[in-house]
């Protein structure tokens, strides 16, 4: 199966035919917004790791502010609402979507979880190719390590996620 993720008729017409009850959307942010659209207008549940992208103020970039991140998809929020159905945005991978996933383990996977380590996959660049999947689309960040996160999920609440330290 093969979908552009910028068709959003596309995608509402695929999630329908498979009875999808939520788009987790874990592609590039140029994404975003078509996807975020097709899974409220297909009435399921969103889930992204990214959020809509920030543009600079057209006439005065250094001096105002222009669209901020995620600015699009709050617009959408009262929608959202009407519609039932949920859709956190920005979960991001490390920390977030891998806090859930951590969580999940823990409640039904596994009697004991002794440590769990979570790695960044720094800048990725693949010659010949424009987009590479990696964390950081932007210049690389001033070197930090994710130190590894000890986690006792006997000690922790249900609610509890991971706290990642940088160092």
């Given amino acids: 199966m093969q979908l552009d993720a910028r068709d959003e008729q596309a995608t509402v017409?695929?999630?329908?035919?498979?009875?999808?009850?939520?788009?987790?959307?874990a592609t590039d942010p140029?994404?975003?917004?078509?996807?975020?659209?097709?899974?409220?207008?297909?009435?399921?549940?969103?889930?992204?790791?990214?959020?809509?992208?920030?543009?600079?103020?057209?006439?005065?970039?250094?001096?105002?502010?222009?669209?901020?991140?995620?600015?699009?998809?709050?617009?959408?929020a009262a929608d959202w609402e009407r519609s039932g159905k949920l859709a956190p945005v920005g979960m991001g991978v490390e920390p977030g979507l891998s806090d859930v996933?951590?969580?999940?383990?823990?409640?039904?996977?596994?009697?004991?979880?002794?440590e769990l380590g979570v790695r960044d996959g720094a800048n990725l660049e693949v010659a010949g190719y424009d987009f590479a999947p990696r964390p950081n689309p932007g210049p690389p960040s001033p070197p930090l390590r994710r130190a590894d996160t000890t986690w006792l999920p006997r000690s922790c609440r249900k609610n509890d996620m991971i706290a990642a330290t940088m160092q």
């Fill in 30 to 76: 140029r994404y975003v917004m078509p996807l975020f659209r097709a899974a409220l207008q297909a009435g399921t549940h969103y889930l992204d790791t990214a959020m809509s992208l920030s543009y600079p103020h057209p006439g005065e970039p250094y001096r105002q502010t222009g669209v901020k991140l995620g600015d699009e998809q709050f617009a959408m």
């Fill in 101 to 114: 996933f951590a969580r999940y383990a823990a409640d039904e996977l596994f009697r004991e979880i002794a």
């Fill in 13 to 25: 017409g695929l999630l329908a035919q498979h009875r999808c009850d939520v788009l987790m959307n």
